[in-house]
């Protein structure tokens, strides 16, 4: 990334919207449909606010020894395997879709945005449950670099790996894109995540189940449906018909 590309991926970064309720707060009253507009805008800011509740993050001494892998264990390719022997020095992590200002970054790229670190709990739907320390940048800094166009929806993740022949992918609506613990994982426990768990990128999404977490991340897609992506139910399990489309937690 030329260094203008990367003062302007910051920038655009530093300018994280500041809410606009003040604006609602500073009309004045007006009689009793003003009272009904105010009690709904209460009734749905606390429900986004539930869903922005932090997930519980854990001390350092409360990791678990080992994170199993599940589902995919690595990506069935010789581009994979030669990039994987380089350290990923060529992959490349596309933001793209319904957006002003794609973006393509390297791992590099990555590491130079501002990190977040959490220890947190992993829970598959399969029942089994870890705590891992992950790192990585936010996803809601990337999305604002990007400039989301106003018909974006959802979140897509793509990756670079097949499940029983399928292309796994998953998907996210804006709640869970801009949650402060929804990260682009590169590390795990302090090292580059590996292979087992989505070397060289995965997503963390702490209120949302684990088929939720995209591993061997390749793109980030702003879309307004999921109509024309696979089978259309925006992931790979939600396809298949096992599992919700909204996993949260
Ligand atoms: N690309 C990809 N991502 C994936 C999967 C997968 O098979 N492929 N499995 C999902 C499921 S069901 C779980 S529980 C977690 C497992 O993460 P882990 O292998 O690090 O334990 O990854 C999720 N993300
Ligand atoms: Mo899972």
């Given at each position: 990334?030329?260094?203008?590309?990367?003062?302007?991926?910051l920038a655009g970064m530093a300018a994280l919207p500041v809410a606009a309720c003040s604006e609602i707060a500073n009309t004045g009253?007006?009689?009793?449909?003003?009272?009904?507009v105010e009690d709904w805008h209460r009734a749905a800011h606390r429900t986004l606010a539930g869903r922005q509740a932090l997930a519980r993050e854990y001390a350092p001494e409360d990791r678990s020894p080992d994170i199993?892998?599940?589902?995919?264990?690595?990506?069935?390719?010789?581009?994979?395997?030669s990039q994987f022997a380089q350290g990923f020095s060529d992959w490349r992590l596309e933001v793209r879709g319904l957006v002003e200002n794609p973006l393509t970054l390297s791992?590099?790229?990555?590491?130079?945005?501002?990190?977040r670190t959490q220890v947190t709990r992993h829970d598959c739907v399969?029942?089994?449950?870890?705590?891992?320390?992950?790192t990585g940048p936010q996803l809601s800094g990337l999305l604002d670099a990007a400039r989301l166009r106003e018909e974006a929806r959802f979140i897509v993740f793509r990756c670079a790996d097949t499940l029983n022949g399928r292309a796994y992918y998953?998907?996210?609506d804006m709640v869970d894109a801009y949650h402060p613990q929804t990260i682009v994982a590169h590390q795990l426990n302090g090292e580059p995540i590996p292979e087992k768990n989505g070397a060289p990128l995965r997503m963390r999404i702490e209120r949302q189940l684990g088929y939720k977490h995209a591993k061997y991340l390749t793109a980030i897609e702003?879309?307004?449906?999921?109509?024309?992506?696979?089978?259309?139910?925006?992931?790979y399990w939600e396809d298949v018909g096992d599992y919700q489309w909204y996993a949260g937690i």
């Open positions: 990334m030329t260094d203008i590309k990367r003062r302007s991926l009253p007006a009689g009793d449909l003003f009272d009904a199993r892998g599940n589902g995919s264990l690595t990506v069935d390719s010789d581009y994979y395997r791992l590099d790229d990555l590491r130079e945005l501002p990190q399969e029942g089994w449950s870890a705590i891992a320390e992950w998953e998907s996210v702003a879309v307004a449906s999921f109509d024309d992506i696979h089978g259309g139910k925006g992931g």
